[in-house]
């Protein structure tokens, strides 16, 4: 009987162990082929967070344009289909020249997407206060060349009038904007 156990609990653990291993490849996999995707459809993005939503859906942020060209702050919605990640939507908009805390918010059915530009160095966090008066916390994301951006994705809140708050390391409001909705779909 003990045999069986020990037989049984070895065959468990390379099974847990096997699992492990193809889901970490599985995932290297989606973010190869989603990477793929959006260099398939734009020309030159520079991938800042790819953030997936379950296990079938996935939001890109990136830039693309440069400094003499206009450059963009967009995303890219994604979705699995059984072997590879297809285009659903995209969204850009022009990356301001000013100063100033960012924010653009664009309605994908039931959720929402607000993200920006954080071109103060002292802002080190993000919190989004709804319409309807929940606080939540976006996510900052920086690129190699020390540009930081943010974005945060909401579910079943009203977001159309967020006001958006950056905040220093100690939580000192350094800068407080109401979220603009994009309308270039």
């Not at 440069?66 to 072997?83: C, D, G, P, S, W």
């Amino acid at each position: 009987m003990s045999k069986i156990k020990l037989i049984s609990g070895v065959f468990l653990i390379v099974s847990v162990i096997i699992g492990f291993i193809v889901t970490i490849k599985m995932l290297a996999d989606d973010l190869t082929q989603i990477e793929e995707q959006v260099h398939s459809l734009n020309q030159r993005p520079y991938i800042l967070h790819t953030e997936f939503i379950e296990n079938d859906h996935a939001i890109v942020f990136y830039q693309w344009g440069n400094i003499l060209h206009h450059r963009k702050l967009a995303f890219m919605e994604l979705e699995k289909t059984q072997f590879t990640w297809e285009f659903k939507s995209a969204h850009a908009t022009h990356i301001s020249r000013e100063d100033r805390l960012e924010a653009q918010l664009t309605e994908l059915g039931a959720k929402t997407v607000l993200r920006g530009r954080v071109d103060n160095a002292d802002i080190e966090d993000i919190t989004i206060l709804s319409t309807s008066g929940h606080t939540y916390s976006g996510t900052l994301i920086e690129d190699d060349y020390g540009r930081k951006y943010w974005f945060f994705i909401g579910e079943d809140d009203d977001f159309t009038e967020a006001t958006i708050t950056g905040l220093s390391k100690s939580g000192e409001v350094i800068e407080e904007i109401t979220a603009v909705k994009n309308i270039h779909r």
